[in-house]
């Protein structure tokens, strides 16, 4: 499989603790993305990486959230005390330069997280 | 107020029928329009972008963006129970770096 890979697929969690998802994107593509999804609403942005430098940042992106791309390859998305209103699908996506300047991003399956 | 707006749905068809998908917008700074399909539990896969105005064709889909009123379209022909998704519009300035704003989704659901 060739897609973009998230792990995991669901993380079920307790107010608090700390959760960390892992993106691997398409191998080629060197533009990154981390979206967030709530049921019934479009994916909203949350930051973009080109390689391994993060270019965007959402104000949406509070300071609990730290996301990283070393090497310019994986990515992790790190949510520290996590709230209930964190609950979401978080959605990984890489596209190639081209792809990412007309909006052809690759999505993988994303990664639900429930906050209890 | 949302950037975009598209109507949630659901919208029920019977297979066969035309299917239009429509979405406002008020950032008059947008100049690329995508169309994804997003099936249950699963990421958005692109269908169609455009640029500007105008209209783009590809097989049964085709998309339509009205830069005067801030309207774009998406018609489906001869719809397939396969194309039961919910459809996101997504919508990118370009000089806003990559963010793409998504409309709310609309779920269509067609009934063989």
């Known amino acids: 499989d060739t897609g973009v890979s998230q792990d995991p697929r669901h993380k079920i969690t307790k107010r608090g603790q700390n959760v960390t998802f892992r993106c691997d994107p398409i191998?080629?593509?060197?533009?990154l993305y981390w979206y967030r999804q709530t049921l019934g609403q479009g994916p909203e942005f949350l930051t973009y990486f080109q390689n391994e430098a993060q270019l965007e940042k959402s104000r949406l992106l509070s300071d609990r959230f730290s996301a990283e791309r070393p090497k310019g390859s994986f990515s992790t998305l790190e949510i520290q005390r996590t709230e209930q209103g964190d609950s979401a699908m978080y959605l990984c996506a890489s596209s190639p330069i081209k792809g990412g300047s007309t909006g052809e991003l690759f999505f993988g399956e994303g990664s639900r997280l429930t906050v209890l | 107020q949302k950037e975009v707006e598209q109507d949630p749905g659901p919208l029920s068809v019977p297979e066969g029928a035309i299917v239009s998908l429509n979405c406002t917008y008020s950032?008059?700074?947008?100049?690329?329009f995508m169309w994804y399909r997003q099936y249950s539990r699963k990421g958005p896969e692109l269908l169609m972008y455009t640029y500007s105005s105008g209209n783009k064709e590809d097989g049964r889909f085709t998309a339509q963006v009205d830069k005067s009123s801030k309207y774009i379209s998406l018609f489906i022909r001869d719809s397939q129970p396969s194309d039961s998704a919910t459809y996101l519009c997504?919508?990118?300035?370009?000089?806003?770096?990559?963010?793409?704003?998504f409309g709310g989704g609309t779920r269509l659901m067609v009934k063989p």
């Open positions: 997504a919508m990118r300035n370009n000089n806003a770096g990559n963010m793409l704003t």
């Open positions: 191998s080629e593509h060197n533009r």
């Open positions: 950032n008059s700074a947008f100049q690329y």
